[in-house]
């Protein structure tokens, strides 16, 4: 029997051979993941993995020549190539290994007891491969099994440290050569362990000798076997793993890449949405803050769009729209974006323009707009306003560009429609629109925290004797002060805090008659001013006739006035809204008569009590003057019709003597009195 012996400065050689080897491997992910190209990727791991085999499978022989092995020993071509395929899947699996971002801990066991038991079985298979005339192997059990046991706890140290080599980069070169000195310490270790376990018995043995050493054998080859087919079906198990679960990741990328597009982009036509609007905008904001570059914004609103949608249904609308969008999507250029920000509003988005660019955008949009559309066989022609603001001239956030471009396409409206208007407002003008802007914010505290008062003026007859007042609704502002509504009417019936503010309003109205009532004053009625917002809401009727049943008063005291131009905008509606306020037993006036439309003509259908003549009617009054006779007609026709005269804005005794000749019964203006909160106007009138 011969033991081994070893020339050991080739053992040292091989020894420098494998940390070298794994050094270089180790440093193989930057190499790989350098390129972006995921199959080439995979191609570099399969070839850096069959490189790194081949260094294993050369110190692998190189540590055997190191052995004083008898004379006229050889190799066995079949399993020495074989030996070196177990080598390269072993060392490709570690390359891979090496290139993941986690490494969690079943991940770290199977690893190391792969590349552990695929060193032993390169190691094994090739001493199979191993032929020397007139001597058979023999091997220790003990030390093949320590052997084996050295390659995986070895391998597994060298692979946590590679992972703690991804998260410390202040250490990178000094773990790289410690992961690395541990591989190959465990590859060393592995292959000198395994041929410390090897022994070489003549063939002229005795029977017993000859059957431990085929017993020796036999549990080498069962060791190789299972060690190589261990390695093979793991191998394919982790490949499978691994696709599976790069598929998945695919999907869930893909999943998430879908809802991030379904949060920014418009259900009906696909466009992007009002929230991609604030993200885009803001990144391109950042972008352009101290360039030179100006951005231009082009507001599109389609005109009278909701006589399409009335007169062939919403869903034609709908499908109107998208085939809009897909025909203003085709005139877009690289540097555009088209945005549907709501309704039938659209945003049109250039990043780099000039005026002449401007021009041509806009007149190509309304162009493609005003073609026919064919829409479930029904052709249909719309058109467009435009309005255009650029940044950072015309404002340097979204909010204020919108509110300007919106501007600018209400310009276009008021010129005809079908046209586009650039942003011009003057600085003053910008100043009231911020201004305004800015109120209308506070309203909604305001409505919030009812921060508001009723100012009462009272009304007279043509002798002084108070008949009434009229309720006007004052905003206590926190820093601009007393607000008079001409400042925030416009405002609440915009945002639609109109009709909260109408409903506290005849709330404190019904309140005011009850007390009033109570104390035998002459106040009585008050007259409530309605919106035509308010108007057209439809429980309108059923909250009256609640206040009125809460506070126990009598509806004739309550006055509803609505304006001329309301009550004419739906006289169908206003009809039959009159005589449910009538059947209430509420009072009726109209307000501002003589400055709407077709009055004289609906005014014998219309279920009122009072005609309010417009102050404009009273303002230049004087004897025969055409004011006069236009007066002398209203007040004879209303009477006739059994109506009470109510002029407003009486300011002088001349005016005041004019009306009461022709005939009209009540009179309010500042002449008589002005309005005031109800502590002032109770003290000013005892009566």
Known sequence: MIHMSYDYALVAGSAIVA?????????????????????????????????????????????????????????EPSLTFFSYVIAALTSIFAVWLTTRDTLPLGRLILGAFLMGAGISGMHYTGMMGLIVPNYVLGYNAILVVFSVLIGIFGSGVAFWLMFKLKQDETQSKLLKFVAASVLALSIVGMHYTGMAATSFHSSHTTVSQLEQFQKGQGLLLFIAVFVTSLILISTFIVAVLELRLEERNQQLLRMNKELENLALQDNLTKLPNRLFLIDYTSSLFSLYKFSDHKIALIYIDLDRFKAVNDAFGHHIGDELLVKLAQRLHALLEPDQKLIRIGGDEFLLVLENFSPDRIERVADSVLQKIQESFNVAGKEINVSASLGVVYYPDHGTNLHDLLINADAAMLMSKDQGRNTYSIFNYSLDQQEVARSQSKLINDLYKAVEEQQFVLFYQPKFTVNREICGVEA???????????????????????????????????????????EWTAQNRPFCPIAVNLSAVQFEHKPLIETLRKLIEKYQIDAGNLIIEITESTAMHHIDVSIRTFENLRNLGISLAIDDFGTGHSSFLYLKDLPVDELKIDREFIKNL???TKEEIILESIIQLANRLGLIVTAEGVETEQQADILKRLGCQQLQGYLLGMPLPVDRLESTFKV
Request: charged share 10%.
């Open 472 to 514: 006007l609704i004052r905003w206590k502002h926190p820093s601009l002060g007393l607000l008079a509504p001409n400042m925030f009417i416009e405002g609440a019936e915009q945002t639609g805090l109109i009709i909260k503010m109408g409903y506290w309003a005849l709330e404190q109205a019904c309140m005011q008659i009850k």
């Open 622 to 624: 004087a004897p025969n």
């Open 19 to 75: 940390v070298i080897t794994c050094y270089i491997a180790i440093s193989l992910e930057q190499l790989i993941f350098s390129n972006s190209n995921p199959t080439r990727q995979k191609v570099l791991v399969a070839v850096s993995g069959m490189v790194f085999g081949l260094a294993v499978w050369i110190m692998h022989f190189v540590g055997m020549l190191a052995c004083h092995l008898p004379r006229g020993f050889s190799f």
